[in-house]
């Protein structure tokens, strides 16, 4: 559910809301602001809802309150702070949980026909809430628990959403455009199919039962809600409501007709969601309840262009929304991933369009000023130039496309992608969530060695001494699988062996280990390697930091319930550790955006496998036991940006360094890249005779792994494990 924020920097309201939280659990508001109908203290100048002054006369009292709830405590845990709307089936506040640092959202549902009914629907949405708790959705909300007030009202607590409601972004906007429309629509679509496969219908979706939250970089994250509720109000041994169910705007002709409907009757109503989104007003409109529903079920449905005349929509488009829209459920699409399969050809020949529009204007220019100019290399990605041309330089001379893919100063993920077979694509939407695992690539599909670079001869000796990467003598004593490696960009990478139990570091340039005495090594359990010290997760929960050079040791947190830390990862150079457990939460410590920063619990889920940050210590990929991928943006770790599924546990993983690849290496002795924006699979290697220990992007953004080859420790990039793979067939 929503939450307004009021006027001020963010920075000084979350000290004020800080601040008040202790406040509440010492005691209980007095007052209310009479303009958003939220709690405050006598001695605060600012509502900190609204940003309304107090009144001259002071704050009034809450004896003096229109609402039975605001202020009042419930269950002896939630001090219902604030109203925040009301819903079809209830009321809901914002409440302060007074034995945690956070809140929720409470919905307070009426039940009238005394205790045995609050009973009932209990138990009916406590099996509701074990239903959903099944799904790994990111885009539904989250039920916690469900409680009795008194014998007439039940209290539902979920997940606060900062942001807006659907219904509220486009009346505010005068309608979406095309893209937001389709990305907003997609993520709602994924959520809903997942549910469906659990045999699970809404039955009442609506703008107003849709939030949309706004991410950091600028990226729209939808959050479904109402799941539970709304079914329960389709039970016939509840009986909240009679004859028709769901909100009669968006309804489905089944349901306008009070006939047995399933999850066909959702996809009607997301596409009048779409129309909504895309015209800023429902397909069928009329002060007359009985004569929207009559429409829905005898009156086809305007067109895009129609409903907002003076813009153009694409046929596909306009296709995919009349087929949503069809009167009999058996002519709408079968399921919402034939939609999301159509929403995603739809982009897709929307940025080939764009793809060649920009081309062309690439081409114009390059014919305009070649003689005059010379190639700027944009951020993201190799210089752009058209097909068919070669790039001048300095002097004068040409340098092949494929040549010119791994310069130094110029590689990162488009050269990476271009040198091996491989195209970046333009990203327009948060990253992606696949409904199924990413399909296994062709087994006949392998790397090939890149022009001029590393091949290998007669006793794996690299032929060209000027591109090789250092290698270790050191020779490894334990089987590869008990072997845990750490990298860093630069080069250094440390290694733990289960035996004698101590960590090896290797610096950038050494060619021998420098041993790392740790406190209690037998229970070392997951390391990380930053500058100058070691992180490293123990069996009992513990986190600690050894430092490098003198081998200071000191404790940094211990998980209360002494589970161990199974996965750590630390940056470089900034004061960031990530670290994941056997029970499946992540832990946060951010000295890069908090003053005075503390270790918090940010995630929830199955047992971690892996953890990896990237470059800006802004954005890291949690890999987890049941082989799902989840891609968190630091600033907002609670709902991940992304999650995908591999084809097996990973082992070790690496961002790149503008945030567009994954590397990993697998269990099954698989070396992928995946896209982050879409979770594709764009590459896969079987490593063969080469045993790869961890994978990482170098200082000059290239792909690279540390191996284990003849029980001798290689430092290689991927196209010479391609290489050397090839070689051994």
């Known amino acids: 559910m929503s939450r307004k924020s009021s006027t001020g920097s963010s920075q000084h309201l979350r000290a004020l809301r800080d601040a008040r939280r202790k406040l509440l659990r010492e005691q209980s508001p007095q007052h209310y602001c009479p303009h958003c109908q939220s709690v405050t203290f006598a001695s605060e100048d600012h509502c900190l809802e609204c940003a309304q002054e107090r009144p001259a006369q002071g704050w009034p009292d809450l004896e003096t309150v229109n609402n039975a709830w605001l202020g009042k405590i419930l269950d002896g845990r939630y001090l219902i702070a604030c109203a925040l709307g009301q819903g079809t089936s209830g009321e809901v506040y914002r409440a302060e949980s007074l034995s945690i640092s956070r809140q929720f959202a409470i919905k307070i549902i009426a039940t009238d026909k005394g205790h045995t009914q609050a009973e009932q629907i209990v138990a009916r949405l406590n099996r509701e809430i074990e239903a959903l708790s099944r799904l790994r959705n990111p885009h539904i909300v989250s039920f916690y628990e469900i409680f009795e007030l008194g014998e007439n009202h039940v209290a539902a607590v979920m997940d606060l959403i900062d942001g807006d409601t659907l219904e509220g972004l486009v009346l505010d906007n005068e309608g979406l455009s095309i893209p937001r429309a389709c990305s907003i629509l997609r993520q709602v679509a994924n959520g809903i199919y997942e549910a469906h496969q659990a045999g699970m219908i809404h039955r009442d979706l609506k703008p107003e039962n849709l939030m949309v939250e706004r991410l950091p970089a600028g990226d729209d994250f939808a959050h479904i809600l109402d799941f539970g509720i709304v079914r329960l109000t389709d039970d016939v041994s509840v009986k909240l409501t009679h004859g028709f169910i769901g909100t009669p705007l968006y309804a489905s002709p089944e349901q306008a007709m009070a006939k047995a409907i399933d999850h066909r009757s959702d996809i009607y109503s997301l596409g009048a969601i779409l129309y909504f989104m895309l015209t800023g007003r429902p397909p069928f409109v009329s002060n007359n309840v009985y004569e929207v529903l009559r429409m829905h079920v005898r009156q086809n449905p305007p067109t895009l262009a129609e409903g907002a005349p003076g813009r153009s929509f694409p046929k596909a488009l306009e296709n995919l929304t009349a087929t949503m829209l069809a009167k009999q459920a058996d002519d709408r699409p079968a399921d919402l991933s034939a939609v999301i399969e159509e929403l995603d050809r739809f982009s897709r020949a929307q940025l080939s369009e764009a793809h060649q529009s920009e081309i062309s204007d690439a081409s114009t220019s390059w014919n305009k000023e070649k003689t005059t100019a010379?190639?700027?290399?944009?951020?993201?990605?190799?210089?752009?130039?058209?097909?068919?041309?070669?790039?001048?330089?300095?002097?004068?001379?040409?340098?092949?496309?494929?040549?010119?893919?791994?310069?130094?100063?110029?590689?990162?993920?488009?050269?990476?992608?271009?040198?091996?077979?491989?195209?970046?694509?333009?990203?327009?939407?948060?990253?992606?969530?696949?409904?199924?695992?990413?399909?296994?690539?062709?087994?006949?599909?392998?790397?090939?060695?890149?022009?001029?670079?590393?091949?290998?001869?007669?006793?794996?000796?690299?032929?060209?001494?000027?591109?090789a990467v250092p290698s270790a003598t050191y020779k490894i004593q334990s089987p590869i699988s008990k072997i845990e490696v750490v990298t860093r960009s630069d080069g250094g990478f440390a290694l733990r062996e289960p035996s004698p139990g101590e960590v090896l570091y290797f610096g950038p340039d050494a060619t021998s280990p420098v041993p790392v005495a740790l406190a209690s090594p037998q229970t070392v359990s997951s390391i990380a390697l930053a500058k100058d010290h070691l992180i490293a997760g123990h069996d009992d929960g513990r986190i600690s930091k050894t430092d490098l050079s003198t081998g200071q040791q000191e404790s940094l947190y211990q998980d209360i319930r002494r589970v161990p830390i199974s996965a750590v990862a630390t940056h470089r150079q900034k004061n960031c550790i990530l670290a994941g457990s056997e029970s499946g939460r992540v832990y946060l410590y951010d000295g890069t955006q908090r003053r005075s920063a503390d270790w918090r619990r940010v995630r929830n889920g199955e047992a971690v496998q892996s953890i990896s940050l990237n470059e800006s210590a802004d954005m890291a990929a949690i890999a987890r036991r049941d082989n799902t991928m989840e891609i968190l943006a630091l600033a907002n770790p609670r709902v991940p940006s992304g999650t995908f599924r591999v084809k097996a546990p990973i082992r070790s993983m690496s961002i790149s360094p503008d945030d567009y690849l994954l590397a990993a290496v697998l269990v099954d002795r698989t070396i992928a890249l995946y896209q982050l924006p879409t979770g594709r699979q764009v590459l896969s290697l079987d490593a063969n005779m080469v045993d790869v220990l961890s994978v990482h992007f170098s200082d000059d953004a290239r792909p690279v792994a540390v191996c284990s080859i003849e029980q001798q420790i290689q430092v290689l990039k991927f196209e010479q494990i391609s290489s050397r793979a090839a070689s051994s067939k």
Do not use: W
Request: hydrophobic share 25%; net charge negative.
């Open 374 to 467: 010379t190639v700027q290399t944009p951020i993201s990605g190799v210089a752009k130039v058209p097909p068919g041309l070669r790039e001048p330089q300095s002097d004068g001379t040409e340098v092949d496309e494929e040549d010119n893919a791994f310069m130094r100063d110029r590689h990162n993920s488009s050269a990476t992608l271009q040198a091996y077979g491989q195209q970046r694509q333009p990203v327009h939407t948060p990253v992606g969530f696949s409904r199924n695992p990413t399909p296994a690539p062709r087994k006949d599909k392998r790397l090939e060695p890149l022009p001029g670079e590393i091949h290998f001869g007669d006793g794996g000796d690299e032929s060209s001494a000027a591109t």
